[in-house]
């Protein structure tokens, strides 16, 4: 059976959407499914040179277009990058060899599922929805579109139409998934909860000591609290900043790798209050994130109250891997919550509650056998839980569901 995946970041792109599905690809691929994906030339990695067009990478079929490639660094280019993407999925999909027996759609672009839906109201070809993010009601929430607006109604009405038809939707959270069902009660059957998976083989716990990532930035010998990954919208970035500056005076030092649309506001942030403990870095290639995950002493998730349910921040499970102790800045009802309660792998930290994180620290700061000890108990249980293996199984169970129903 052929499995056609769309998305439109993949690597060498940094998103970690394209990363995620290049690693279940691949193992969808060891398990025997037939599997191609049609992406979108390089956007977050805008600075490099353009991926080859049509290529075979571990067994998989890698189509790429150039028309998402307009603007990437602007937020307006990326939205007339992913509609031309959407559009040019549309023209190059309707050769029944290229849409294959099965559609995997993502959210990456945000409306990139009307585009399998249209695949099914033509040509019939079943899909899976793979919402990595909840439309249009992030944008609601981050007060970008207001409830009322014509474009939020719309895409609301095209969203009924797309979960009905689908085959199956897979979510990445229960409050996502509550979100949902919220909207649409009559989809309980259809719903999927799979959480988000890391690789367990590439990211393994490294002692600082052993860290040469950890000594090319001075990170060795001071207590490191860490952020990596996109430090977007939906991030709560604020609380860690604020904290940041209660705990200026300490022996602490605040490392950022990523980027994104509050990379600038914290910026602002550090210039504006003569921080010396805080480092900004860039985003790091897949070579180097064994090295750069694993260089500080707490990992930091954070979404915003408002954005709870509507994101799934896919670092946790990498932050799980390296072991290291978490802290989750969130709202009370995030699943993160639960997650980190089972474990017993860190700390859970309420939306503003600067303190409370500033003390969280400093507590860590003074018990390393705690730090450690939290670590481990993390990446214990992401290897009972969250390993590739794992998550494809659950991937591989919903896909034989739909070829049971659909395909036969």
């Not at 309980?188 to 959480?195: L, W």
Request: include cysteine.
């Amino acid at each position: 059976m052929k499995l056609t995946i769309l998305n439109q970041f993949y690597p060498p792109d940094y998103a970690a959407t394209g990363q995620l599905l290049e690693e279940l690809g691949e193992e969808l691929s060891k398990d025997g499914l037939d599997v191609e994906v049609f992406i979108g030339q390089p956007g977050y990695a805008y600075d490099q040179e353009l991926a080859s067009p049509n290529e075979v990478c571990k067994g998989i079929l890698v189509r790429r277009t150039r028309a998402s490639r307009i603007w990437p660094e602007r937020v307006r280019g990326r939205a007339v990058g992913g509609l031309l993407y959407c559009l040019r999925v549309l023209v190059k999909l309707r050769f029944s060899v290229r849409r294959g027996d099965l559609i995997l759609a993502t959210t990456e672009p945000p409306y990139l599922l009307i585009t399998a839906f249209l695949l099914n109201l033509l040509y019939r070809t079943p899909y899976i929805c793979l919402v990595y993010d909840l439309y249009p009601d992030v944008a609601v929430q981050l007060g970008v579109l207001p409830e009322s607006h014509l474009i939020v109604k719309v895409w609301r009405w095209l969203n009924g139409l797309t979960w009905q038809k689908a085959s199956k939707i897979i979510v990445l959270s229960v409050t996502m998934k509550q979100l949902l069902l919220d909207r649409q009660p009559k989809l309980a059957d259809k719903i999927v909860v799979i959480d988000n998976w890391s690789d367990g083989n590439l990211i393994q716990p490294i002692a600082k000591a052993d860290n040469w990532f950890s000594r090319e930035h001075g990170l060795d010998q001071v207590f490191t609290v860490l952020y990596s990954g996109n430090l977007g919208r939906c991030h709560d970035l604020l609380t860690i900043m604020n904290a940041a500056l209660l705990l200026r005076d300490q022996p602490v030092r605040f490392v950022f790798i990523g980027a994104g649309a509050k990379l600038p506001i914290c910026r602002d942030f550090v210039a504006l209050h003569q921080l010396e403990n805080c480092l900004f870095l860039p985003f790091q290639s897949k070579e180097v994130l064994p090295y750069s995950l694993t260089a500080g002493d707490l990992n930091l998730v954070s979404v915003l109250e408002q954005a709870e349910g509507l994101v799934a921040p896919s670092k946790f499970y990498s932050c799980l891997a390296a072991g290291k102790t978490i802290a989750a800045i969130c709202p009370p009802h995030s699943y993160l919550r639960g997650i980190i309660q089972r474990a017993n792998c860190g700390g859970c930290i309420n939306n503003g509650d600067v303190e409370g994180l500033a003390q969280f620290i400093l507590d860590l700061v003074n018990n390393p056998d705690k730090a450690k000890t939290m670590g481990e108990k993390g990446r214990k249980y992401f290897e009972e839980n969250f390993t590739l293996k794992i998550i494809t199984k659950k991937y591989l169970d919903v896909i034989e569901t739909v070829v049971n129903k659909e395909l036969r």
